[in-house]
């Protein structure tokens, strides 16, 4: 026999050996097995060539199969929002299937705006569903990136600008995605606060402000919501791409933290092969092929092969590919089928939609509108009409249906009120537009005006971000000119923040609407009717003008000659206008329901075991209007002589408690010791110090009527 007979045959025993493995009796197919010995038992099965196949992208959105051990091509699918439509193999236009439609959940800022982690959890169980009833494995969300600027074109998508109200709602959401057997991937891990140049940009800050601001959320998402996958991010940190940045993905995010799961790249968001290699990336996507060409593809290959990476590197990398496959029973034979659009996944959506809506006025209780006493109603403004869910960019959605606000008022008031619609403004402007929405102004009861933003490139989108915080398409003329011929007008606008000074003070009732999903008509009529009391609160600050949010008041944005350094520090959002006493528009933590609520009795109640909390704030909280509601209750804690600078106050605690009318409920917030906590970047720990604290409590960081001293005994340090 030849040598080369005798390699062949040897080649073929071991292809037989492997085969006879492959059968279901082997440990890596079964689920009652250990996940870490299914997951070494299938790596030790595995090719050079598998291996690295395992590592990226074999066409946008899938990686490659490997039939002779029963491993499915995976199907990673944006996005936050719900199952994206399928995306052609090499380009990035739709697909064209009939198949890929998905039920619309409402924005993460709309969903943020809920405050409610319980809808956060049902959210993700829609999208955990859905993706599995499309054949997905891993899911392109939630984006926790925190609200730096107002301008950022993807605002919407994530959760506002409070660490704490982010993490919460993102674990909840990761918690329920993942129940339908697939991975949630976190993202953009970090910080990633602006579109402006972002696949380039680089960003500067303290070590303090990284722990204390942009971290925890990802921190929570990943300790408590046991998140399987977390995407890298464009942009740079010091330095280093965020796709392959040592510090942020090997210290931190698996040192630290202990992530066990899978890093894959944003799409195109790798550069570099050593950097990919050593830097803790495990998973490289992009957007163009070849795949080969990608960076943990063929470099990488041919880079062990001479011997340039320890292949314990290597291992260490598809392990955490397997062990996410495994962990979501990709495998296995019971994996959940999912479920699709289903009537509860509806009633989820309008659910979240209904609470996510934000009352920011309502002068005389012009809302709730009684149809029984209005005869004629006009609705104006194109984002009536306009169908929202299908853009955005990767968070867009191919609807199953869209209920846009016109419809949902027509379908909520049916024949007895009589619904004129015209459209008002448009881009490009019409002056005949503006005319005919007054005639109908003038003619009617009661004007809702349906405005705001939409996903147009510049507006609430991907790729780029807004010029200015401004209403486009004159809209600030029109609602002027709208509520002078009738000054009974609602203003609903859609999208993120807007600035309103030219006409707040006339309008009497405005609704913040954000992208409310499939569901937001039936939602919207829902709250303007009064079926639903509204309980939505702002999970960021509006502010009176552009000027005086904090990066744009310290001239920090967007960056000169690449770099991008966050002088604000720690005083994003409401931590910049309370400490520098800046009156925004409208704060954070901020709505109006049908009801009032009163707060009271607040006692301080220290735990006395270690089972309960270091501290809980007791008070009473009672519905004394006439209808039923629900009331977020927020929990600032102010430290009053700390060793280092803080912030005048921070969000540790809220709840969302529904009462009916005279109700009376003691609620209790536990507080842990983190909750006094901040960073101290020279030691390198997390500090609560004995010390003075105030706790305040009540229904928006600018409404908080309840404040009680409580004194820390003793200092303590954590990592
Ligand atoms: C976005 C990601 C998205 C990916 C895939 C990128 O441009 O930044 O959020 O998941 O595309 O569509």
Redesign the pocket.
Known sequence: MTLNTASRLGVALLALALNVCAEPTAIYMDPQQPLEQRVADLLGRLTLEEKIAQLHGDSK?TTAAIPRLGIPRRWLS??PHGVREDIGPDTWNASGHTDDFATAMPAGICLAATWNPELGHAEGQVIGQEARARGKDIM?GP?VNILRTPLCGRNFEYLGEDPLLSGRMATGYVRGAQAADIASCV??FAANNQEYQRGTINVEMDERTLREIYLPAFKMVVQEGRVWSV?GA?NQLRGEHCCHNDYLLNHILKGEWGFQGLVMS??AGVHDTRQAVRNGLDLE?GTDGPYDDFYLARPYREGLQHGDYPLAGLDEKVRRNLRVMLATHVLDANRKPGSLNTAAHQKTAEQVAAEGLVLLKNRDQLLPLDPQKIVSLAVIGENAVRLQAHGG??SEIKAFYEVAPLSGILQRVGSSVNVTFSEGYRKGGDTNLVERALAAARQADVVVFIGGLNHDKGFDC??ADRPNLELPYGQNELIQKLVAANPRTVVVLEGTMVTMDTWLDQVPAVVQAWYPGMEGGNALAAVLFGDVNPSGKLPCTFPRRLLDSPAHALGAYPGTNGTVTYTEGLLVGYRWFDTQHVEPLFPFGYGLSYTQFKYSNLKLVPGTNAEQPLLSAEFDLTNTGQRPGAEVVELYVHQRHPSLARPEQELKGFQKVGLNPGETRRVSVPLDRTAFAFYDDRQHHWRAEADEFEIRVGGSSRDLPLKQRYQLPVTQTFP
């Open positions: 959105f944006d996005g392109l984006g993202k953009h995407m464009y944003d799409w996507m960019e990767s991907e790729g």
